[in-house]
């Protein structure tokens, strides 16, 4: 066997990866089990629990990680007795459950993680768990076989294996290789790859900008269409890593079920549990540490949902009581519903949670109970804040729904990733900031405000929203606000509020990276996005921002008997279709147009730009020339060439300055041309207020 | 044993921080400042597609100080990463042994060198001291 010094000389990488397919196969030993329990009898079942127990046995003995081989070993023994028809497996699932407990400890411990210098696994020392309820050389399954709830492992004699040591690994049976079968890749190290495949996006960029400059004075089309191609296959390389850090909900729920069924048995009560869309896939960053929120909730719908039985069968309701945990996908979002059928949450803390503005917010406020006494686990709302918390900082929110004597429904609404997210880019005093565009219900023009008692608020949609400087909301110094500023106007929790800001540059994808361990500590930042140019624009929070500056909730307008002034902002602009190929100036002409308050939509060419007319109908078009598929002019044809839009206004927009194309531009019906070179801010809104007013 | 040490001022004083605990040494660049953060952080820094905290290794060390910041030593112990702003980097080599006591929390020792006193800082114990998880 291997002494301390050998073990030393396996790679921390190996040792890792080992860790967790033991873990894996622990949890999958313990879905087989509970699906034995709950009467599903599949002889396949019983070969899956012995290949499962034997590779860990065997991984666990080239490792020389003796408890956890020891523990597996006597597993797998046991799973053979069944095999062979000696034991009855349905008997041995009390125990055997408790011992993958010991099993798991023993893979988390020390053991596992470096050398056991003293090579000794075979007695239980006083701080380690229990040993596990048999032994490997315990031939008599009669003697074995748990009684009623199952033995303590604590009454059982310490473990000890045939000859005083590690039997080394039997001839394994041939396990079965998916063609699929996934390779193991550490997640930094995908971080790593993401953020490369970033800095090279942004240096494909210099070099575009660079060659662009020249290339404008000689003119290339092959180099410009190498470009497009890098540019084309950088976005498909980012979106691959992406989707490698994406896994399904199913990797974090397997130990859900056992936590339902001993919550149930320790509250003497029958629950089942069903799960449903667990397939749907998550970024890892949302995955991490999600388990054990779930987890939180389940087992207070156990505790604090469902009734006991007698209770359930006086009230007309099936003796067992369900527990469905549903996830799907919403947009960009993950919503993951956990209800329950049992009594719902009591009429009192109902007509109390009117008072706290929801239900939601009183079950979460810190240290709540539903709880009359204190039991061994706490009251419904205990622990719903760190919940609430938990999914705030990843930019989600909590909602709690209850119906007297139905049940109880908690959702959990997660964005799919971290790692992208749409932004709305905004500057305050010099600084980039991106919005989650999710939380941003519109931009609006801060012209209309009313200022009572130093606070100032706008009026939207017949309700007064507070309205503060963005700089001030954060706790930053900035310049006072220009005289003429947007305002984005900002939803988190069912709150609003508008926040102003310089300018806003418009919306972008951005890679999320967050700030690191040394910042955990800071609030108000969902993470960092490197911006083209490689400078870092922090990604607000929203949940913080709008219950950041709570000190007092905005004045009502009606109540206070101030007439609003110019209350509605001014936002119902006329729609624009912006078409370009290239992104930057997609962006560009958008945040020009939004600020002075149009509505914009974009297609990238004139094909795509027929459909968005066809389906939205717009009232002005911007288009580029040179496109893909179908161009500037071709696209001007088709619009001059539709009787029903053959009036809609078209400006060119090009980096073409030459006056043949112009004079093109004039001929083929366009009603202004401007060249990108020319252009600034106030050209181009000039151009569009003269064609379709403001 | 004399440990690699980078060498750098911050204001007047001088400082060693070990190699061991250096991962890189860049230029300051562009720092986005983060509202609300404490107030020894001067903000993060895009470095090689990562996003680093940016820690201001003389407000760390209580010393108030004016002059422009010019590099970052970056450092990664445990996965705690961050980079630590100094005015100039004097050089990279072996330092003597400690000799001095340092009153500091955050440094190791001090060292006689060329007449000026040299503070060692422990990365670990500044690294943990700001974050908050260890706390």
């Known amino acids: 066997m291997n002494d301390g010094s050998a073990m030393n000389e396996i790679d921390p ?9 033991a873990a894996e196969r622990v949890e ?3 879905k087989n089990l509970l699906a034995v329990e709950s009467g599903s009898i599949d002889p396949e079942v019983l070969n899956e629990l012995f290949r499962d127990a034997h590779s860990i046995e065997s991984a666990a003995a080239m490792l020389d990680w003796k408890r956890v081989a020891a523990i597996a070993q006597g597993m797998e023994d046991r799973f053979s007795d069944c095999r062979e028809g000696r034991a009855s497996l349905t008997d041995l699932i009390d125990g055997t459950l408790a011992t993958l407990d010991e099993l798991r400890l023993a893979i988390a411990s020390d053991e596992a993680k470096e050398a056991d210098p003293e090579g000794s696994a075979e007695v239980a020392t006083p701080e380690a768990p229990p040993a596990p309820a048999w032994g490997p050389q315990n031939g008599a399954p009669a003697a074995e076989a748990p009684q009623n709830g199952g033995p303590k492992a604590a009454e059982k004699g310490p473990l000890t294996t045939q000859n005083g040591d590690v039997a080394p690994a039997a001839v394994a049976e041939p396990i079965p290789v998916a063609a699929d079968k996934p390779i193991r890749v550490s997640a930094a190290k995908v971080d790593r790859i993401l953020d490369a495949v970033g ?23 092959e180099s410009e269409q190498e470009l497009d191609m890098g540019n084309r296959m950088l976005g498909e390389l980012h979106d691959s890593v992406i989707g490698m850090r994406t896994l399904p909900l199913s990797s974090i729920t397997a130990p859900f079920p056992r936590a339902i069924r001993d919550t149930a048995v320790a509250e003497g009560k029958e629950v089942e549990l069903l799960m449903s869309g667990t397939d749907t896939q998550l970024d890892r960053s949302i995955l991490e540490g999600l388990a054990e929120q779930i987890n939180h909730v389940l087992r207070n719908a156990v505790a604090h949902g469902i009734e006991a039985p007698d209770e359930r069968e006086a009230a007309g309701k099936p003796r067992e009581g369900m527990v469905e945990l549903r996830a799907e996908q919403r947009g960009g979002m993950v919503a993951i519903e956990i209800g329950d059928d049992g009594g719902g949450v009591p009429a009192g803390v109902l007509a109390r949670a009117e008072g706290a503005g929801s239900l939601t917010d009183l079950l979460s406020a810190p240290g709540f109970s539903t709880a009359d006494g204190v039991s061994g686990i706490a009251g419904r709302g205990v622990g719903l804040d760190a919940v609430r918390k938990h999914v705030e900082t990843r930019g989600g929110s909590l909602a709690v729904e209850s119906e007297p004597r139905q049940g109880t429904t908690v959702t959990l609404l997660l964005p799919f990733t971290l790692a992208v997210m749409r932004v709305l880019m905004c500057e305050r005093g010099g600084q980039s900031f991106g919005l989650p565009l999710t939380s941003v219900r519109e931009v609006v023009s801060a012209s209309g405000t009313v200022s009572l ?9 017949g309700e007064a929203v507070q309205f503060d ?11 006072e606000l220009p005289e ?20 806003v540059l418009g919306d972008q994808e951005v890679v999320v990276k967050g700030l690191g361990p040394l910042l955990a500590g800071t609030r108000g930042y969902l993470g960092g996005a490197i911006l083209g140019d490689g400078s870092v624009a922090l990604i607000l929070d929203p949940n913080q921002l709008v219950r950041g500056a709570e000190g007092g909730s905005a004045p009502t307008v009606s109540a206070t008997g101030v007439k609003p002034v110019e209350a509605k902002a001014p936002v119902a602009g006329s729609r624009i279709l912006v078409v370009d190929d290239q992104v930057t100036a997609r962006q560009l002409q958008r945040s020009i147009l939004e600020s002075a308050g149009y509505r914009v939509q974009t297609a990238c060419d004139g094909r795509e730009a027929l459909d968005r007319i066809a389906e939205n109908g717009v ?3 911007m288009t580029d020339v040179e496109m893909p598929e179908m161009d500037g002019f071709e696209l001007l044809r088709a ?36 060249v990108k070179k020319e252009y600034d801010q106030h050209t181009l809104l000039d151009v569009v207020s003269r064609l379709i007013g403001a | 044993v004399s440990e690699v040490c980078v060498r750098v001022l911050a204001g007047d004083e001088h400082f060693a921080l070990p190699v061991s605990g250096v991962l890189s040494i860049s230029e300051l660049g562009e720092v986005a400042p983060v509202p609300g953060g404490p107030p020894e952080l001067l903000g993060v820094r895009n470095l090689r597609g990562r996003v680093i905290p940016v820690i201001d290794l003389a407000t760390m060390l209580g010393i108030s100080d004016e002059t422009d910041r010019k590099w970052i030593v970056v450092s990664e112990l445990d996965g705690l990463h961050g980079g630590f702003a100094v005015t100039e980097i004097v050089d990279v080599g072996e330092l003597g042994d400690a000799t001095e006591e340092a009153d500091s929390p955050y440094l190791s020792g001090a060292i006689l060198v060329d007449g000026a006193l040299v503070g060692v800082v422990d990365l670990a114990v500044i690294l943990n001291a700001l974050s908050p998880a260890a706390a």
Do not use: F
């Open chain 1, 619 to 621: 009232d002005m078009v």
């Open chain 1, 484 to 503: 003429q500023h947007p305002a984005m106007v900002v939803g988190a929790a069912g709150r609003w509020r508008a926040m102003a800001c310089d300018t």
């Open chain 1, 469 to 479: 400087d963005l700089a001030a909301a954060l706790g930053a110094s900035a310049p």
């Open chain 1, 453 to 461: 008692a130093g606070r100032k608020s706008l009026e939207l949609d």
């Open chain 1, 639 to 674: 619009i001059r060439g539709d009787a029903k839009r053959s009036s809609l206004p078209v400006v060119m927009v090009t980096g073409l300055g030459s006056d043949e194309q112009r004079q093109r531009g004039a001929d083929e019906g366009a009603d202004a041309y401007i």
């Open chain 1, 28 to 30: 999958n030993i313990e």
């Open chain 1, 13 to 21: 990488e190996i040792l890792q990866l080992a860790r967790e397919e």
């Open chain 1, 199 to 221: 800095e090279t996006a942004l240096n494909h960029r210099r070099l575009e900008h660079v060659l662009r400059e020249r290339l404008v004075t000689s003119g290339n089309a």
